[in-house]
Each structure stands twice: as C-alpha cells, then as structure tokens.
C-alpha cells in the first residue's frame, strides 16, 4: 500500500532534504527550501523484469539525418535557435507575463501546418475558444493545427504516442500535474516530473518539445534550476510589457550560438520580425541633445546599433544617485570612478543617470567608451555629432582596449550612413574605411580631446 513522507525540495536547485536546511548544500542559496508530500511505494516484492541487453554504438555509424533542422519561416526565430528546428530536440521559452511567448509559438505552429507539419498545441491555461480567438487575430492561416486542452500528464502522453505529432508546444509547463505526485501544479516535484516525461517523449520518439515557462520576479524560469539543466534549449522573451519591441534571447543551446537575438515588433496582428533592429534602435534620437551616444556591438554574429544617453546634474542629496537601465549599474560605478581619478572631473557631487534607448538589456564591454562618452557630454552639456558612433572597452588605468569584430561594427556604422566613428587605436589596423573617417583612441585623454 502506498503511504506518504514529506521531504524538503530547492527551488533554485532540485536538490532534496529529508528536513529543511538554511542554506542549499547544492547551489548555497538562502532560504529556498519547501516542504512538500510525495507518495513512496511501499510494496517491495514486485518481479524482476527481464534486463534488455543493450550494445554501444560506434560514433562514426551514427547517423545525423534525423538530426536535420525544419525552418519556422520565421528568421528571426531560426537565427536564434541556430537555423532552425532540430527534430527530437527540448526547448524552453521564458518570459514575463503578456510578453508573447503564446503569441509567438501559435504563430510558429500555424507557419508549420500550412507546410503540411503535424503538429500538437496544448493549453493548460486557455480554453480552446480561447486560442481560436487569437489565432484569428494572427491573420489568415491554412492547415489544422491540433488542440487539446488538458493538463493530466498521462492523458497527454497517451495522446502524444497515439498520434505522433512532429512538434509539441506545451504552454505551460507550470499547469501539468502527475497523478501518482501528490504536490500542487507548478511546485518543484510536478515540474521536475513533467519535465522528465517530456523530455523521454522527446528523446524516444523523436518529436520536438517547446515549452512554455512562467518567470519569478528575479527574471528566471520558476521551478528548480534542474529545468533549464534538462532541455536542450532555452529561450528569454525580453522587453517592457506595454512596449512595442521585444528581444528573443537564447541562454542555452545545444544545437547553436548563444549569442544570438531575435528583435521582434508586437502588432495586432501578432509579432512581426524586425530585420534591421539598428534602424528601428535609432528611430526617434535627438539631435543636438548633450548626452546622447550612439554605440555599435556585436550581437552573436550581427552588429547592431544602440543609443546611449547619460545625464549628469548636481545632486541634492547627501550622497549622489546613480541610476542604470539597460546596462550593469555596477559597471557605471566604475567607468564613473576611472573618469574621475584619470580626466580629474569631480563627479562626487553630480547625480548620474544611464539609459539605453529602445528597452535593450546590454552587458558587453563594447559599450564601455560610449558611456564614457555620453557622461562627459553630458557634464560638459556639449552635443556630439550625430553622424558620430563610439565603441571600446575602458581599462582601469583609463586605458581604452581593443574589441572582437570590429569592422562589421564599422560596416554597419557606414550602412547607416554614419561619418565617423571612433575606437580603440588597435581596430583601426586592416579595416576597410569605405567613406567614414576613423579616429583611434588609446586612453580616455586622447577620447576627451576628439570630443571637444
């Protein structure tokens, strides 16, 4: 007869405890243990199944053709995942709530059964009316998409073996239950369970998962952290709720790059793919204003083009406030104490405020001499040119370092119809200037005596 025990879950990590322990041994977080029940079968005196004998494969006779990629017909999508989708494959898509992570994959599910792809749309979170509504919203569409509305997970997976759909999108993993798991949906164990028949699913019969997870208030998927160690992929949907833009992040990815971004535009219709994400970044920038920078960065293997605005005024407190959006506020510290121990300018007494236009989340060290740039402007309230991109990497000596694939940045500065463009003196070597003037710095002096 099965009886119940209560054991002690991580919710960053999985890990478990027989009692609750102040820190994780695991992942040595605070308080992040939880108690929940599980059921433990006490029959003991079941048969011995006969063991399948089982013979290791030789790397060179395995076979990558069930290993090719499908297309989702959306590129910004296929860029992020690394060409598209990989049969067989787990992927993992985050993000706030309203951030579009429904809107996304219904779109991408009804692009594949237009193409004759069978594929298997589960709501645990929406009526089928519900999804039928939007899918309207979404345009004109040709195929049947396959819907089912159910949340018990040995329903789904018996519906998953019967019919054989190539793709499964499970939206969300936070609403599957296991009968035989006797905690709530979305706690640790039920997540940690549904995940693992997913994933078998995947790996067994060769049809691909994407799954939908909701985010804590920190910004990462809600459950154990053993969720992202089980996919294959995962997937950040970025941006402001009540914003146009939205940036698909990949964090994790088996089959690609995890430095690539998707920029998307949320329209009635649904989202729309932005494919020059520079322009869309630079629309509406003042002109003349102080303060305001333009950089150019690598994004995986796309330059892309952001707005770097500083301001800097007296201070009517105590101590200054520094405030960052869009970049590390530690790091704007810092680059704020090299400006004032190598330039000399007091910045003791002077507020200072850091943004990066269009909502993009940047922690590269490219951008560190266009904020260098933009605070000096702005403290000096004189405008750079508009016709002007700044990018490099600023050392503690005030030194400026040299940064990875440079002339893609210059060539996406020239595309745009930049004129100058100012960077580290050891970039300026072999790059093809084409029509724009380039000015090389070696230290933030010779960056000060360029700009005024």
Not at 193 to 204: C, L, N, R, W, Y
Request: aromatic share 6%; proline share 3%.
């Amino acid at each position: 007869m099965a009886k119940g025990k209560t054991v002690f879950y991580c919710q960053s990590c999985g890990y478990e405890s027989a009692k609750w322990m102040g820190q994780c041994p695991g992942c040595r977080e605070w308080n992040t243990f939880v108690e929940e029940p599980v059921i433990v079968s006490g029959g003991s005196n079941r048969k011995l199944t006969a063991i399948r004998r089982e013979e290791p494969t030789l790397l060179s006779k395995v076979s990558r053709e069930n290993n090719c990629r499908v297309s989702t017909e959306i590129q910004e999508f296929d860029r992020v995942l690394g060409g598209g989708i990989v049969s067989g494959s787990m992927v993992l898509v985050g993000g706030d709530p309203g951030i579009g992570k429904s809107t996304l994959l219904l779109q991408m599910c009804l692009l594949l059964v237009s193409r004759n792809h069978k594929v298997l749309y589960i709501s645990g979170e929406e009526s089928l009316q519900q999804i039928k509504i939007r899918a309207d919203r979404l345009g004109d569409y040709s195929g049947d998409l396959m819907m089912l509305c159910e949340t018990d997970l040995e329903t789904i997976q018996e519906v998953i073996e019967r019919i054989r759909p190539e793709l499964v999108v499970i939206d969300s993993i936070q609403t599957m239950c296991k009968s035989d798991v006797s905690s709530a949906p979305g706690s640790v164990s039920q997540v940690r369970e549904s995940t693992g028949v997913f994933m078998k699913i995947a790996k067994t019969l060769g049809v691909t998962v994407f799954i939908v997870g909701h985010v804590t208030k920190e910004g990462v998927v809600a459950g154990p952290r053993v969720l992202e160690h089980m996919v294959d992929t995962v997937l950040y949907f970025e941006g402001e709720r009540h914003a146009a833009y939205r940036i698909l992040r990949s964090v994790k990815n088996r089959f690609g790059s995890t430095n690539e971004i998707g920029v998307f535009e949320m329209g009635e219709s649904g989202l729309r793919e932005v494919l020059n994400p520079s322009q869309y970044l630079l629309d509406g920038r003042p002109e003349g204003a102080s303060g305001s920078v333009v950089a150019c960065l690598m994004e995986g293997t796309r330059p892309v083009m952001v707005e770097v605005q500083a301001l800097v005024c007296r201070t009517n407190f105590n101590m200054p406030r520094r405030t960052a959006a869009g970049m590390d506020y530690n790091r704007v510290n810092l680059l704020m104490a090299v400006i004032e121990k190598r330039l000399g300018l007091s910045l003791a007494n002077w507020d200072a405020y850091i943004n990066i236009a269009g909502g993009m989340k940047l922690n590269v060290p490219a951008l560190d001499l266009a904020v260098v740039a933009a605070i000096i402007s702005s403290y000096k309230d004189l405008a750079i040119d508009e016709k002007t991109v700044i990018f490099g990497e600023v050392g503690l000596s005030g030194e400026v370092r040299g940064v990875s694939m440079a002339a893609q940045c210059v060539q996406e500065a020239k595309k745009l119809g930049f004129e100058k463009c100012i960077l580290p003196t050891v970039n300026t070597k072999g790059i093809d200037k084409g029509g724009i003037e380039l000015v090389g710095v070696a230290n933030l002096r010779e960056l000060v005596s360029k700009l005024i």
